[in-house]
Protein backbone atom coordinates (compact mmCIF):
# COMPACT_ATOMS: atom_id res chain seq x y z
CA UNK A 1 0.00 0.00 0.00
CA UNK A 2 3.20 2.39 0.26
CA UNK A 3 2.57 5.39 -2.10
CA UNK A 4 -1.32 5.72 -2.96
CA UNK A 5 -3.01 8.29 -0.57
CA UNK A 6 -6.58 8.83 -0.53
CA UNK A 7 -8.28 12.44 0.37
CA UNK A 8 -11.77 12.86 0.93
CA UNK A 9 -13.40 16.44 0.64
CA UNK A 10 -16.18 17.22 2.82
CA UNK A 11 -17.62 20.40 2.86
CA UNK A 12 -21.36 22.16 2.03
CA UNK A 13 -22.42 23.41 -1.52
CA UNK A 14 -20.57 26.18 -2.14
CA UNK A 15 -17.35 26.16 -0.21
CA UNK A 16 -14.73 25.27 -2.72
CA UNK A 17 -14.33 21.44 -3.08
CA UNK A 18 -14.56 21.87 -6.79
CA UNK A 19 -11.74 24.55 -7.06
CA UNK A 20 -9.72 22.55 -4.62
CA UNK A 21 -10.41 19.16 -6.26
CA UNK A 22 -9.03 20.92 -9.21
CA UNK A 23 -5.57 22.30 -7.45
CA UNK A 24 -4.58 18.67 -6.38
CA UNK A 25 -5.11 17.52 -10.06
CA UNK A 26 -3.12 20.70 -11.35
CA UNK A 27 -0.38 20.58 -8.51
CA UNK A 28 -0.17 17.03 -6.93
CA UNK A 29 -0.73 15.39 -9.96
CA UNK A 30 -3.67 13.93 -8.32
CA UNK A 31 -6.50 11.60 -9.17
CA UNK A 32 -9.98 13.47 -9.37
CA UNK A 33 -12.77 11.18 -8.64
CA UNK A 34 -16.20 12.93 -8.53
CA UNK A 35 -19.09 9.88 -8.62
CA UNK A 36 -20.92 12.54 -11.38
CA UNK A 37 -18.12 12.22 -13.60
CA UNK A 38 -17.09 8.83 -13.14
CA UNK A 39 -20.93 7.89 -14.11
CA UNK A 40 -20.90 10.55 -17.08
CA UNK A 41 -17.49 8.28 -17.94
CA UNK A 42 -19.20 5.30 -18.00
CA UNK A 43 -22.47 6.19 -20.46
CA UNK A 44 -20.10 7.72 -22.59
CA UNK A 45 -18.11 4.54 -22.76
CA UNK A 46 -21.77 2.66 -23.12
CA UNK A 47 -20.39 0.40 -21.07
CA UNK A 48 -22.96 -2.23 -18.60
CA UNK A 49 -22.79 0.38 -16.02
CA UNK A 50 -23.27 3.17 -18.05
CA UNK A 51 -26.35 1.58 -19.87
CA UNK A 52 -27.88 0.96 -16.32
CA UNK A 53 -27.74 4.16 -15.25
CA UNK A 54 -28.13 6.64 -18.20
CA UNK A 55 -31.94 7.22 -17.57
CA UNK A 56 -31.53 7.55 -14.01
CA UNK A 57 -28.90 10.25 -14.35
CA UNK A 58 -31.24 11.62 -16.98
CA UNK A 59 -34.09 12.32 -15.08
CA UNK A 60 -31.66 13.84 -12.14
CA UNK A 61 -32.31 10.61 -9.97
CA UNK A 62 -29.38 9.59 -7.47
CA UNK A 63 -27.68 5.93 -8.52
CA UNK A 64 -28.12 3.80 -5.69
CA UNK A 65 -25.03 2.79 -3.44
CA UNK A 66 -24.31 -0.39 -4.91
CA UNK A 67 -23.42 0.96 -8.80
CA UNK A 68 -21.35 3.43 -7.14
CA UNK A 69 -19.20 1.68 -4.84
CA UNK A 70 -18.39 -0.69 -7.41
CA UNK A 71 -17.18 1.89 -10.02
CA UNK A 72 -15.46 4.04 -7.48
CA UNK A 73 -13.86 0.22 -6.18
CA UNK A 74 -12.49 0.02 -9.91
CA UNK A 75 -11.53 3.32 -10.40
CA UNK A 76 -9.13 2.91 -7.46
CA UNK A 77 -7.86 -0.24 -8.13
CA UNK A 78 -7.01 1.10 -11.75
CA UNK A 79 -4.60 3.67 -9.92
CA UNK A 80 -3.49 2.11 -6.87
CA UNK A 81 0.08 0.89 -7.98
CA UNK A 82 1.54 4.17 -9.58
CA UNK A 83 1.76 5.79 -6.12
CA UNK A 84 -1.03 8.62 -6.97
CA UNK A 85 -2.94 10.71 -4.96
CA UNK A 86 -6.55 9.85 -5.40
CA UNK A 87 -9.19 12.95 -4.31
CA UNK A 88 -12.79 11.67 -3.79
CA UNK A 89 -15.29 14.98 -4.07
CA UNK A 90 -18.91 13.87 -3.63
CA UNK A 91 -18.18 10.54 -2.60
CA UNK A 92 -18.99 8.97 -0.09
CA UNK A 93 -21.79 10.39 0.46
CA UNK A 94 -23.26 8.20 3.03
CA UNK A 95 -22.29 6.27 6.31
CA UNK A 96 -22.60 3.19 4.49
CA UNK A 97 -20.43 3.68 1.50
CA UNK A 98 -17.56 5.29 3.78
CA UNK A 99 -17.40 1.82 5.12
CA UNK A 100 -17.75 -0.17 1.60
CA UNK A 101 -14.20 2.25 1.07
CA UNK A 102 -12.53 1.29 3.82
CA UNK A 103 -13.33 -2.17 2.73
CA UNK A 104 -11.75 -2.00 -0.22
CA UNK A 105 -7.97 -3.47 -1.56
CA UNK A 106 -8.93 -6.14 1.15
CA UNK A 107 -9.38 -3.32 3.99
CA UNK A 108 -6.11 -1.51 3.37
CA UNK A 109 -7.87 1.74 1.88
CA UNK A 110 -8.34 2.83 4.96
CA UNK A 111 -4.62 2.80 6.20
CA UNK A 112 -4.06 5.93 3.88
CA UNK A 113 -7.77 7.68 4.20
CA UNK A 114 -7.56 11.08 5.44
CA UNK A 115 -10.05 13.44 5.24
CA UNK A 116 -10.33 17.44 4.62
CA UNK A 117 -13.33 19.15 5.63
CA UNK A 118 -13.83 22.50 4.20
CA UNK A 119 -15.66 25.12 6.92
CA UNK A 120 -17.67 28.15 5.83
CA UNK A 121 -20.12 29.69 7.82
CA UNK A 122 -23.48 29.07 6.85
CA UNK A 123 -24.39 32.90 6.25
CA UNK A 124 -21.42 32.92 3.86
CA UNK A 125 -22.38 30.10 2.04
CA UNK A 126 -26.03 31.77 1.19
CA UNK A 127 -24.45 34.29 0.41
CA UNK A 128 -22.11 32.97 -1.85
CA UNK A 129 -24.24 30.98 -3.53
CA UNK A 130 -26.61 33.36 -4.30
CA UNK A 131 -24.39 34.82 -6.38
CA UNK A 132 -23.04 32.36 -8.34
CA UNK A 133 -23.45 31.93 -11.82
CA UNK A 134 -23.48 28.88 -13.98
CA UNK A 135 -22.18 28.53 -17.75
CA UNK A 136 -25.54 27.69 -20.43
CA UNK A 137 -22.99 25.94 -22.68
CA UNK A 138 -20.37 23.80 -20.28
CA UNK A 139 -22.15 23.93 -16.74
CA UNK A 140 -18.63 25.63 -14.90
CA UNK A 141 -19.51 27.90 -12.03
CA UNK A 142 -18.33 31.47 -11.10
CA UNK A 143 -18.89 33.38 -7.94
CA UNK A 144 -18.41 37.42 -7.79
CA UNK A 145 -14.85 36.27 -6.96
CA UNK A 146 -14.07 35.04 -10.40
CA UNK A 147 -15.09 38.73 -11.92
CA UNK A 148 -16.05 36.98 -15.17
CA UNK A 149 -19.41 37.47 -17.09
CA UNK A 150 -18.88 35.27 -19.81
CA UNK A 151 -17.17 31.89 -19.97
CA UNK A 152 -13.88 30.72 -21.39
CA UNK A 153 -15.89 28.79 -23.83
CA UNK A 154 -17.57 31.90 -24.41
CA UNK A 155 -21.08 30.34 -22.63
CA UNK A 156 -23.59 32.97 -21.44
CA UNK A 157 -23.95 32.93 -17.49
CA UNK A 158 -27.16 32.35 -15.63
CA UNK A 159 -28.37 32.22 -12.25
CA UNK A 160 -29.58 28.44 -11.91
CA UNK A 161 -33.67 28.30 -9.89
CA UNK A 162 -31.20 26.05 -7.46
CA UNK A 163 -29.10 28.71 -5.99
CA UNK A 164 -32.36 31.27 -5.07
CA UNK A 165 -32.00 31.91 -1.44
CA UNK A 166 -35.25 29.55 0.06
CA UNK A 167 -33.71 26.26 -2.40
CA UNK A 168 -30.19 26.86 -1.23
CA UNK A 169 -31.05 27.08 2.99
CA UNK A 170 -32.89 23.53 1.94
CA UNK A 171 -29.66 22.57 0.15
CA UNK A 172 -27.10 23.07 3.13
CA UNK A 173 -30.04 21.41 5.72
CA UNK A 174 -30.22 18.39 3.90
CA UNK A 175 -26.39 18.52 3.13
CA UNK A 176 -25.91 19.01 7.23
CA UNK A 177 -28.48 15.78 7.57
CA UNK A 178 -26.81 13.51 5.27
CA UNK A 179 -22.89 14.61 5.76
CA UNK A 180 -22.97 14.57 9.83
CA UNK A 181 -22.74 10.63 9.87
CA UNK A 182 -20.12 10.59 7.52
CA UNK A 183 -17.83 13.22 9.37
CA UNK A 184 -18.68 11.08 12.14
CA UNK A 185 -17.35 8.23 11.20
CA UNK A 186 -14.33 9.67 10.08
CA UNK A 187 -13.43 11.77 13.41
CA UNK A 188 -9.90 10.38 13.99
CA UNK A 189 -8.86 10.88 10.37
CA UNK A 190 -10.47 14.23 9.87
CA UNK A 191 -8.35 17.64 10.01
CA UNK A 192 -10.97 21.11 9.41
CA UNK A 193 -9.64 23.78 7.27
CA UNK A 194 -11.69 27.24 6.91
CA UNK A 195 -12.79 28.06 3.80
CA UNK A 196 -12.80 31.62 4.12
CA UNK A 197 -11.26 33.80 1.56
CA UNK A 198 -10.28 33.91 -1.82
CA UNK A 199 -9.90 30.74 -3.77
CA UNK A 200 -5.70 31.24 -3.39
CA UNK A 201 -6.52 31.33 0.44
CA UNK A 202 -7.79 28.02 0.66
CA UNK A 203 -5.58 25.76 -1.66
CA UNK A 204 -2.88 27.29 0.52
CA UNK A 205 -4.02 25.72 4.02
CA UNK A 206 -4.75 22.45 2.04
CA UNK A 207 -1.08 22.87 1.35
CA UNK A 208 -0.17 23.07 4.60
CA UNK A 209 -2.45 20.36 5.89
CA UNK A 210 -1.29 17.70 3.42
CA UNK A 211 2.04 18.81 3.75
CA UNK A 212 1.71 17.61 7.43
CA UNK A 213 0.32 14.34 6.35
CA UNK A 214 3.08 13.66 3.95
CA UNK A 215 1.80 14.45 0.72
CA UNK A 216 3.71 16.85 -0.97
CA UNK A 217 3.01 18.62 -4.64
CA UNK A 218 4.81 16.98 -7.97
CA UNK A 219 5.19 19.95 -9.90
ZN1 LIG B 1 -18.57 27.50 -20.38
Avoid at 39 to 61: A, H, P, Q, Y
Avoid at 87 to 111: H, W
Avoid at 180 to 189: F, K, N
Amino acid sequence: MRGISVVILLGAPGVGKGTVAQYLKDKYNAYHFSTGNLLRNEVEKGSDIGNKVEDTLRSGGLVGDEIVNELVKQNIEKVVSDGSVVVLDGYPRTKNQAIVLDDMLSGKLKEVIRVIEIDVDKECLVARLSKRRVCIKCGNTFGPQDGVTICSCGGKLIKRKDDEESVIRNRLKKYEEDTLPVSRYYADRLVNVSGDGSPVDVVRRVDVILHSLGIEKRR
